[in-house]
């Protein structure tokens, strides 16, 4: 470990790079951060989109994630004019989409879903242009509160998948909540704590792909494995431009535009964490609108072939931190490990067939960090009473209506996506709110 950070101090530089032997093993070891993360919102807004759970369709949505993933890392770490930060900042399908997405597609449809993600990217691309100018619209408090709202909205999906699923996914209704399901999940999980918090270096970043893994292999034992698919999978894909066409909806582009500009936030802070662990300093002002660009140029160009939004992976920074190594290169060649990925639909077949209280127990964990993360930044706010009072309104509106859709139900449509989509509704007020009540004395 000692060695690992006394090299890293040479390569504090984002134009320097590492010998290839410490190069690939380093860019691995960013991918192994955030493999599991990247792939999961695909197979969420999938399901919820009616897509078969293994099916083809659900594999393709799988790959594009992980080869967008890839060229959005490229547009970060090399970049193309103005846009990237020439960090090592990696790229992936970002969870802060999930609940619009997954509501806009089991309503609408993924054409509708997608072209919201086209344009949303568009949205955020623009952004790069005024992201300084709009910071003050999300301190800690709105961000923070956006932040719990997709964690807490998401933990539902996380529990109802490690119980089974429902009946219109692999698993048949009446297995629901069995125990053979549990105990993968759970399995899942205690693994996943025991590597991350009792091993150190690569493993421990890569504590849920292990949990993972560990758990597939003991859902195989069980028989709830099928590996049909993988086996009809061909080795090389074809990508293909708007498979599901371009549908318009304004509700859901609005919906998608404000949670780009809180993921644009996020970004900013990811830029500046990278540059303060891996080279002490603050991110320039051309870093952080370079990797604003980058960002909504990824989720744009992934929404024309089925991709979901990308934005900059939190946990990659606390790699920089650990190794101490800043090379931009070594973070290029995970994204180039993650383009490979893309391209060879068996990868994506082996992933779709992960039978569902195995992802369960993953996205147990992983969604509640998320939710962990948005309190994580609550702690940076004084708790006095007007604070309260928006944390109090914004999660009861925004998560009650997404519990309760009828309660809504005679709004028109537009309004309605946007009212029942908890993060939307949670953002609206934290912003209002905190821009209206005056500040305690």
Known sequence: MDTTHAAGSAYSDPNTTPPMGQAVPLGLQHVLAMFASNVTPSIIVAGAAGLAFGGAEQIYLIQMAMLFAGIATLFQTVGIGPIGARLPIMQGTSFAFVGVLAGIAATQGLGVALTACIIGGLVHFALGTVIGSLRWLFPPLVTGLVILAIGLYLIPVAIKYAAGGAADFQMAAESFGSLKHWSVALTVVIVALVVKFFT??????????????????????????????????????????????????????????????????????????????????????????????????????????GGLPNTSFSQNVGIVGMTGVMSRHVVTIAGLIMIVCGLVPKVGAVIASMPLPVLGGGVIVMFGMVAAAGMNMLTEVTMNRRNMVIIAVSLAVGLGLNLVPSAVQYLPGVVKTLATSAVAPTAILAIGLNLILPDEV
């Open 200 to 305: 150190k270096g690569t493993l421990s970043n890569a504590a849920i792909l292990v949990g993972l893994l560990v758990g597939y292999a003991l859902a195989f034992v069980l028989g709830m494995v099928n590996f049909g698919p993988v086996a009809g999978a061909s080795w090389i894909t074809a990508i293909q431009p708007l498979p599901y066409g371009f549908e318009f909806s304004l509700g859901a582009v609005i919906a998608v535009i404000l949670v780009s500009i809180v993921s644009a936030i996020e970004t900013v802070g990811d830029a500046n964490g990278t540059t303060k662990a891996g080279a002490g300093r603050e991110a320039t002002s051309e870093e952080i609108a370079g990797a604003t660009y980058a960002d909504g140029l990824g989720t744009a160009v992934a929404g024309v072939f």
